[in-house]
């Protein structure tokens, strides 16, 4: 017999599995730091985030939500909780407060989270009621002015438009790292 075929043999399957074995969940992706060696000097003084601790920090949220939160769908990668930890200075129980609410608003307002298509905005857009500025700030950040005068009201969907072009933003700009230090 081939060293290949008895491995295949002795290797288990899923279809092999019986249902009280069940296969680990997949490891989460490792997080690897790209904040500048400046950035990281601020994270340290401003927001309590020490490199050496980092991983350490997010394992001990990931335990939590395991713990606590057993049947909560959310993504337990290390850049994901990072976000959390970082929000709330490195504060595990404010981290998780925070990550409990996120999951509540994405729930609370589907409209806003699922299925969004740029032309429920398109109206919004373009009154001028939110207006990214063409320069950033002098840390770098992009400013963003908001022209109540310019709301246009007449559509009823307005709301969940509106709501769509502060959210959407705001969720995506914490997908940066760099971000989450200012």
Not at 8 to 37: D, I, K, Q
Not at 135 to 159: A, L, M, S
Request: glycine residues 2%; contains cysteine; proline residues 9%.
């Amino acid at each position: 017999m081939s060293e290949e075929s008895d491995s295949l043999r002795t290797s288990p399957s899923v279809a092999s599995l019986s249902e009280n074995e069940l296969l680990p969940p997949p490891e989460p992706p490792g997080y690897v730091c790209s904040l500048t060696e400046e950035l990281v000097t601020k994270a340290r003084e401003e927001l309590q985030e020490k490199p050496e601790w980092r991983l350490r920090d997010v394992q001990a949220l990931r335990d939590m939500v395991r713990k606590e939160y057993p049947n909560l769908s959310t993504s337990l990668d290390d850049a994901f909780l990072l976000r959390f930890l970082r929000a709330r200075k490195f504060d595990y129980d404010r981290a998780l407060q925070l990550l409990i609410n996120y999951h509540s608003c994405r729930r609370s307002w589907p409209e806003v989270f699922n299925n969004l298509k740029p032309s429920a905005l398109k109206d919004v857009l373009a009154s001028g009621f939110l207006t990214v500025l063409p320069h950033t700030d002098p840390r770098g950040c992009h400013v963003v002015c908001i022209r109540p005068e310019k709301y246009p009201p007449w559509k009823e969907e307005g709301n969940t438009a509106l709501c769509s072009v502060l959210t959407v933003p705001l969720s995506r700009s914490c997908m940066s790292q760099d971000s989450a230090v200012f």
